[in-house]
């Protein structure tokens, strides 16, 4: 085969592997303030709006308020027991609704008497614990708090992070994940059945990771782990989401327009991925294929 046709070929797959990864990002949900806490209740997408400070859901016709929570801030939701949590980043307390958007109850302190500074980002584990982080305004003031089932009182596991955001288990529950996004780093914890945390270690520095031509920081914000058991990671400056296996290691790069994304959802049936975005005031969620291109 001669060189000319070789590159031909070559520059026609990958335009039309471009235009391929192109039309496969969908805008779901658009005029948002600032979209966050996505999270799939049998396979229906919830999230909320910080700034209006909403909890959502989206449907054929498209996005609607479940509920509206004035002062509080929304900013993490998770679903446990049939019922979801959000988590008031202003209001300092963890609220308990409906899927149908009743208030259910208020969590407002730790067992210290504590309030929770800057709620952030919630997961679920299998019992139907909670466990949550509180962001802190200044570095070091970041916290890990663990809600037993049937309890409105939560319990102070983890301190001393530098703005601890998005929050995920191992399918076994046996290992919490935290971004710091002060550091730009992965923190990884050994779970106790009484829900508390040993062996704290950086699981991932994503800086030292990023590829040579992505500049700047990659700040975590929301953080999953897919029915594939793989990390999915929301890069809050920009830069879509990246894809971590098991040890750390990037495997996929996925860019999605916007300027900020601050997370996502990953479906089991299709393989679908719902990523926030935030473009100057105008926040989407676009919904696309898993997948990307592999580093």
């Known amino acids: 085969m001669s060189r000319l046709l070789t590159s031909l070929l070559l520059a026609a797959t990958l335009a039309s592997s471009a235009c391929a990864e192109s039309t496969a990002i969908n805008v779901v949900a658009d005029g948002l303030g600032f979209p966050e806490g996505t999270i799939l209740v049998n396979q229906t997408l919830y999230f909320v709006d ?32 049939g019922t979801l949590w959000v988590a008031c980043y202003d209001g300092g307390v963890i609220e308990n609704i409906s899927l149908d958007g009743k208030r259910l109850g208020t969590i407002r302190q730790a067992r210290s008497g504590e309030r929770f500074n800057r709620p952030n980002d919630l997961i679920p584990n299998r019992r139907g614990d909670l466990y949550f982080t509180a962001s802190g305004e200044r570095p070091g003031e970041g916290k890990v708090f663990f809600l037993p089932k049937a309890s409105d009182v939560a319990e102070e596991v983890a301190s001393g992070l530098d703005n601890a955001n998005g929050i995920a288990l191992a399918p076994d529950d046996h290992t919490l994940y935290v971004g710091e996004s002060g550091t730009d780093s992965i923190l990884q914890y050994q779970t106790a059945g009484d829900g508390t945390l040993t062996h704290p270690r950086v699981f991932a520095r994503l800086d030292a990771l990023a590829p040579p031509s992505s500049k700047g920081r990659h700040t975590p914000d929301g953080v999953r782990i897919g029915p594939d058991g793989l990390m999915y990671v929301a890069l809050y400056n920009g830069g879509g989401y990246w894809v971590l296996d098991r040890t750390g290691a990037l495997l996929q790069v996925r860019d999605i327009p916007g300027e900020h994304h601050s997370n996502l959802a990953v479906a089991t049936e299709p393989p679908d991925i719902y990523v926030t ?3 100057g005031s105008i926040g989407r969620i676009y919904r696309l294929a898993s997948g990307g291109s592999r580093y």
């Open 50 to 81: 910080y700034q209006a400070s909403t909890v959502n859901r989206l449907d054929a016709a498209g996005h609607k308020v479940v509920a509206a929570l004035p002062g509080c801030g929304a900013n993490g939701l998770a679903a446990a027991n």
């Open 277 to 279: 975005a935030l473009s």
